[in-house]
């Protein structure tokens, strides 16, 4: 005889979910099946042990400790403030001067007489057929390719990232929950 | 069938008031939000500790969800019961955080157990049953999965129905009523197997 139903109508009625005939089924049952029994036995003392179980407090400071986490998470703290400035201060300066020289840069790429010289015969010819439209497309991306040979454009790449990340950072240490102490506790 | 003492009870009055503190703290008044988590902080901080089983983490997950009880206040639906809303984001917190625990290289089971202050202190004979009965209690819920744990604490310590413990998690009565049956089993044959009871 399978004793899953059984056992699930114990539980039931743990919490008063039975009526009176199902009831006396149940008991008629476990009158005769030993092992519905003792499950019956162990559920029941399971569920006074739970019973007398009371709540337990939180430490003296909770309340303080939800406060202080609440104003840090809603509010930026001066130094916060103060450090986020000078990354976009630092930031500001390292862009404007390197990229700056970044055009400088691609000033004298453009000024090579003979990138300058196909570039309008593309041009030109561009008027004329698609095919010019290619070669523009080829010419662009080989002075783009010409740019990213100079090391200059790969440190202002590598520091663009540096600062991003430095960045998330920053915001990522001011969300960051505060650890929490506890000194003592009152259980049960 | 025997009734748990201090079990929080919430009158129409208190839910009146309730109501007024999270309409106050959505306007961003923090000092009606910190009303609130007076009136709560036992209850949330019990959910999280019999979840966790562990002080540290439950004072940090219950104030965590406090946190963001405070962000979510916008979506809050005011004909829900407050309470139910709150044990709710406390329950799923706890969740998943049991579910990361597992995941974590260094099981909990590698670490030594956990002893409060007091516990190392000489106790009266009657405070070291209680112990004794508090590390029962810990043993039966820690055989049980989250999502049992969750419906049985909700159920014992807050003695919601089947229908709140079911608006508390998410879930349907039914899949409450199999929670609660398969809880009480496993809890059962862990007090037979260790003769807790």
């Known amino acids: ?188 | 069938m025997t009734v748990a003492t201090e079990k929080p009870t919430v009158t129409p009055e208190m839910q009146a008031q309730e109501q007024s503190w999270a309409r106050a703290a959505r306007q961003g008044d923090q000092a009606a939000f910190m009303n609130i988590v007076e009136a709560y902080q036992r209850p949330v901080y019990n959910l999280c500790y019999r979840m966790l089983g562990n002080p540290q983490e439950a004072e940090d997950a219950a104030q965590e969800t406090f946190l963001r009880a405070y962000t979510k206040l916008r979506s809050y639906n005011p004909n829900r019961k407050f309470s139910s809303w709150l044990f709710s984001i406390a329950s799923h917190y706890c969740i998943d955080r049991l579910r990361r625990r597992r995941k974590q290289i260094i099981s909990w089971d590698e670490l030594p157990p956990y002893r409060s202050v007091a516990d190392s202190d000489p106790q009266p004979e009657q405070v070291t049953l209680k112990h004794e009965a508090r590390d029962d209690v810990r043993s039966l819920l820690d055989a049980l999965p989250e999502d049992y744990r969750a419906a049985t604490i909700l159920r014992y310590w807050y003695e919601m129905s089947y229908e709140e413990i079911a608006d508390t998690l998410d879930t349907t009565v039914s899949a409450i009523k199999s929670r609660l049956f398969r809880a009480r089993k496993m809890m059962a044959e862990e007090a037979i197997q260790t003769e807790i009871v």
């Open chain 1, 1 to 188: 005889m399978p004793h899953e139903p059984f056992t699930e109508k114990i539980s039931l009625w743990l919490d008063d979910e039975l009526d009176k005939a199902e009831i006396a089924e149940l008991q008629s049952h476990l009158a005769q099946c030993p092992s519905c029994q003792r499950i019956h036995q162990a559920m029941r003392r399971v569920d006074q042990l739970l019973h007398r179980a009371t709540m337990a407090n939180p430490p003296a400071q909770f309340a303080a400790g939800v406060e202080s986490r609440l104003a840090r998470r809603t509010s930026l703290k001066p130094g916060h403030i103060g450090l986020g400035l000078a990354t976009l201060l630092l930031g500001g300066i390292f862009f404007i001067t390197v990229g700056t020289m970044g055009l400088f840069s691609l000033g004298t790429v453009l000024l090579d007489a003979g990138i300058v010289s196909n570039c309008l015969v593309a041009l030109t010819d561009s008027l004329n057929n698609l095919w010019s439209y290619i070669n523009l497309g080829g010419l662009f991306l080989e002075t783009s390719l010409l740019i990213m040979r100079q090391p200059l454009f790969w440190g202002y790449m590598i520091v663009t990232l540096a600062l991003a990340w430095l960045w998330i950072r920053l915001i990522r240490s001011i969300h960051r929950p505060a650890p929490v102490t506890v000194d003592t506790m009152i259980l049960m």
